[in-house]
């Protein structure tokens, strides 16, 4: 059984920027692909971006050319680089694992869900 544990969140200025982390066990985190989706009050869990098993990326296109998303193998580790924040990236923030090569867009893909971290942008 996965487990994750996502961390970095907190409270920032819009135009700032966060680093979140989610750390990983009791798996073989190579084996996965890792997505990141967020939650804002009132709306639908949406997919941020991805890495997949072979280290390339996809984005949403309301975060590309500001996210970046980066894995770890060795530290078991998938992180999720955010600049230039605006109020409307104002969500929890989950990451989740799916056993498969490509980090799929769709949440129900996903084995394995984090508990969240909460990232308020203040204007």
């Known amino acids: 059984q996965v487990q994750l544990v996502e961390s970095g969140g907190g409270l920032v200025q819009a135009g700032g920027s966060l680093r979140l982390s989610c750390a990983a066990s009791?798996?073989?985190?190579?084996?996965?692909?890792m997505g990141w989706f967020r939650q804002a009050p009132g709306k639908e869990r949406e997919f941020v971006g991805g890495v997949s098993r072979g280290v390339m990326t996809s984005y949403a296109d309301s975060v590309k050319g500001r996210f970046t998303i980066s894995r770890d193998d060795a530290k078991n580790t998938v992180y999720l680089q955010m600049n230039t924040l605006k109020p409307e990236d104002t969500a929890v923030y989950y990451c989740?694992?799916?056993?498969?090569?490509?980090?799929?867009?769709?949440?129900?893909?996903?084995?394995?869900w984090g508990q969240g971290t909460q990232v308020t942008v203040s204007s």
């Open positions: 009791g798996g073989t985190f190579s084996s996965y692909a």
């Open positions: 989740a694992f799916e056993s498969s090569w490509w980090p799929g867009r769709n949440a129900a893909e996903y084995e394995y």
